[in-house]
């Protein structure tokens, strides 16, 4: 069998991990890349994952990987110490490739997306207990292997039952008059980002002229287009403190928020909520 090269102009490696930046690893992997091809660009996504994760980085992720160009290949090293019962994965989607251990996170960035190709990587797998570091005794020359034109059959094989994790996805009452939904993500500014889509919140609100956004003992009854209109109501209405805000953000995702709030003193610290607490919009 053939298979034809496709040669990069400008290589791009994208890095994810869960490493922090005070020990050595994000710079070893780095290392890595640039010992086996120096002409590699390589950008740094995140390094602040909170350790395993998965939820956040598939969060971050998800959200980032449209914007890079085609060819790209993305090194997801969360939750990825080595074992040998957990495989090496390699997505292909969208002319892009994505790295990670077969731990689940793959499936929760692709949670409403068809793969076109799903590889067990083979290479450098046969090391055993001689592999300590996957990123860079697996994922890495996998990845230069992609940007130096060469293709995934060569490093793996076809996969078909990657692990999978359920996305929680909002619900809709028995009644058909409120929505269930869930805080997923909290941002470096202490926003808490819901599970809750525009799309799903009005296609629900069609058949209703009100609703009220329940989160622990606040109500919100009206949802902001930009972030910063909020200074309007300021200006408008005297008294108006308007610290606490919704909006659907960048991602089309509902976000309670609180206006120049940070990662100490935002909503999350605010509102006293965190990940997995519950989010209900109730339709009149």
């Known amino acids: 069998m053939q298979y034809h090269k496709i040669i990069l102009k ?18 070893a992997v780095k290392g890595k890349i640039l010992s086996l091809n120096e002409s590699i660009s390589i950008v740094d996504i995140s390094h602040e ?10 969060y971050i992720v998800r959200n980032a990987f449209e914007f890079f160009p085609a060819g790209t290949v993305h090194i997801i090293a969360v939750d990825s110490f080595y074992s040998k019962q957990r495989k090496a994965l390699l997505y292909k989607f969208n002319e892009q490739y994505f790295i990670a251990a077969d731990n689940g996170v793959l499936s929760l960035i692709f949670f409403d997306k068809k793969p076109d190709s799903i590889y067990e990587i083979t290479l450098n797998n046969r090391f055993d207990d001689i592999v300590n ?8 020359p996998a990845a230069v292997h ?10 793996g094989r076809k996969y078909k039952t990657p692990k999978q994790i359920k996305f929680l996805k909002p619900t809709m009452s028995q009644t058909g008059k409120m929505i269930l939904g869930e805080v997923m993500y909290i941002d ?4 808490l980002v819901t599970n809750i889509s525009k799309n799903f919140f009005e296609k629900n609100m069609v058949n209703f002229s009100s609703f009220k956004i329940r989160a622990r003992d606040i109500v919100f009854s009206k949802i902001y287009k ?17 610290k606490q805000i919704v909006i659907f953000n960048e991602a089309g995702l509902m976000e309670l928020s609180i206006y120049k709030g940070s990662k100490n003193n935002g909503a999350h610290t605010l509102y006293g909520m965190n990940p997995g607490d519950k989010v209900y919009i109730e339709f009149e």
């Open 188 to 191: 470096n500014f202490g926003n």
């Open 226 to 242: 930009f972030y910063t209109d909020v200074v309007t109501d300021w200006e408008q209405e005297p008294g108006f403190h308007g």
């Open 49 to 58: 994952i909170q350790a395993y994760n998965l939820s956040q980085t598939s």
């Open 10 to 27: 400008m290589p791009v490696i994208t890095l994810t991990s869960d490493y922090g930046l005070t020990d050595y690893r994000v710079s």
């Open 146 to 155: 992609l940007l130096n034109g060469g293709v995934p059959e060569v490093i």
């Open 133 to 140: 570091f996957p990123a860079t005794d697996i994922f890495v």
